[in-house]
């Protein structure tokens, strides 16, 4: 289970008149005073916080009876160092690195995870990361989720991969398999905050930050779906929590799954890989962005892992057994 949301901070603060009219960062020092002025310009460019839901620039103005609200990850002061740990890595140049990563690694070093994540990697490999905030990271996977992921590895390159998170101009793919069968793709759009009694999960909440998640039906099983899923926003959790709120969790999620649900005359051996499925059924697929330094529009897509492949495989076969009968 990630402990990503352990240390969460969400904090909200209307301007005052006092205030009316100054920029963003400058407001920000004000209400939040409990953080350094670097750390909140930080979290403003990562759009950690928005003014009346909406990520500003950090020299935009804000006006009074505005609301400011900060959602972020107040990260435990450890030491980040280099670790000869391997990395599969998809495409690089002296401004981005492009990783395919793993299921069960952690993107970078928090409480409980001081050593052996992706930053650690990262800094053994191109130790010049270590000038950058977070070791270059600019977006995460959770720990449990395979796939595709860009680094920064400049500084011009990160402000430019921060942007365009936050103008929604980066596309990202997902392969999902969830629970049930869904009548054809669409649309979820609906906003995700902190779970309001579980501080380790995620939840479509009336006071959340937007959230829009779109899929598409790939292939379609007795009683599962293999989605492509495209996001617009990129909220913790986001397609864990949209799919279980569409009462269609992916296989294995630990979180937001439940207990596995057991098709009647399901076989032994997907009664077995339902039941041991290790970690939720999503891949991060599919990458597309524009070059920080030369503008071109990049694209790059991985393949399944093994365990997703293997367990497609199983549900086909289950399919056609029960055809065949």
């Not at 890989?273 to 697929?285: C, D, I």
């Not at 897509?301 to 997703?308: I, K, Q, V």
Request: with cysteine; proline share 5%.
């Amino acid at each position: 289970m990630s402990s990503e949301l352990d240390n969460a901070i969400q904090l909200t603060a209307t301007v005052p008149v006092s205030l009316h009219g100054i920029r963003l960062d400058q407001a920000a020092a004000s209400l939040f005073p409990d953080f350094s002025r670097s750390k909140l310009q930080q979290w403003i460019k990562e759009g950690a916080i928005t003014v009346d839901g909406v990520v500003i620039r950090p020299r935009d103005k804000v006006a009074v009876s505005q609301v400011l609200t900060l959602e972020a990850v107040q990260e435990a002061e450890v030491s980040w160092s280099g670790e000869d740990i391997p990395l599969d890595i998809v495409y690089e140049d002296a401004h981005v690195l492009v990783i395919n990563k793993p299921a069960g690694l952690v993107v970078h070093p928090a409480a409980g995870h001081a050593r052996g994540t992706l930053v650690n990697a990262l800094l053994n490999y191109a130790p010049e990361l270590d000038r950058l905030p977070r070791g270059g990271i600019v977006h995460r996977l959770d720990k449990d989720t395979s796939g595709i992921m860009f680094v920064a590895r400049s500084s011009l390159a990160h402000q430019s991969l921060i942007a365009q998170l936050a103008e929604r101009s980066v596309k990202r793919e997902y392969a999902a398999i969830c629970l049930g069968t869904l009548s054809g793709g669409g649309k979820v759009d609906e906003p995700i905050g902190r779970h309001p009694h579980a501080r380790t999960k995620m939840a479509v909440t009336r006071n959340g930050k937007s959230a829009v998640t779109h899929y598409r039906i790939k292939e379609r099983f007795g009683h599962h779906t293999y989605l492509a899923v495209n996001l617009e926003t990129g909220r913790t959790h986001q397609i864990r929590v949209h799919m279980a709120h569409k009462r269609h969790p992916l296989i294995g999620d630990p979180l937001y799954g439940g207990r596995p649900r057991i098709p009647a005359g399901a076989s032994d051996l997907l009664i077995n890989a339902l039941r041991t499925f290790p970690r939720q059924a999503l891949h991060a697929r599919t990458l597309a962005f524009d070059h920080p330094e030369s503008g071109e529009r990049l694209q790059f897509e991985t393949e399944l892992p093994d365990d997703l492949t293997g367990l497609l495989t199983l549900l086909r076969e289950e399919d056609a057994a029960h055809g065949a009968q």
